[in-house]
């Protein structure tokens, strides 16, 4: 691949499954180093509902997070508060689709958004399909010169399931379902690296979910798209137009 221009200030990236090749890693480390930024969707364990199966994904855009000082936990995020799928129950002499919660799902609600970030902090929700957690040692972030803030979590009924991933969505045969009394996990943030001798700055913004921004996945909600957008914004510098936007939300589902 071609390095990336250097009138470009912003990369979108999402759902990386292999590795990238020697050069696809160089440009984008050449990029972040000369303070470019990046808004990045990506799972950390591969799923699929229908099989029921999932394992983890090996590539290294993992690695590349680490440049941020950040990574994400080979598991999966559960929570009370979450979207619903289709459980094929008997009823008589008849099989019919029932809709029930499905943890694997999250749904954030407004009270588990930063308030002290104007990227969300006028946000009602976001939906997350089979997200993962983000995790950060803070101890060596004053010597790196990175910031890292959350900007979202899971309810404060959450848990999460790693190494052997039961995605059965029956509450009947999903023990995990009723264990979820753990504090909320962080599903994405924000991250500014500082770079002493230059002065440049690259900011991330990193949420673990592939299909945040896909139209097949969270991208069909307009709570997405408009994070998405607030996102750009605050990463080219467009703080002002996020202000504008929060004010036009009116999602205020009932409870």
Known sequence: SLPVSDDISLLLMNGVE???????????????NRGGNLLLTQNRIKTDLVTQQ?????????????????????????D????????????????IPVPMDYPFLPIIKKEKFNDEISLVSGLEALRLMFPSEIVFDDTNFVKDNIVVTPLFSSSDRSTTMEEFFNLNPDPKQNPSFRQLNEPGKVMGVLVEKKYVETRLVSQLILVSDSKFMSDAGGGSASENK???????????GDKELIALRSREITNRPLE
């Open 80 to 95: 009370k508060n979450c979207g619903k799928v289709n459980v094929q129950q008997n009823l008589g002499f008849l099989r």
């Open 226 to 236: 408009i994070f998405v957008m607030n996102a750009v914004d605050y990463l080219l």
């Open 18 to 32: 292999d590795s990238l090749v020697d050069n696809e890693r160089q440009n984008l480390e050449n990029f972040i």
């Open 54 to 78: 999932a394992s983890p994904i090996v590539s290294d855009i993992f690695s590349v997070l680490e440049l941020y000082g950040i990574n994400i936990a080979s598991n999966l995020v559960l």
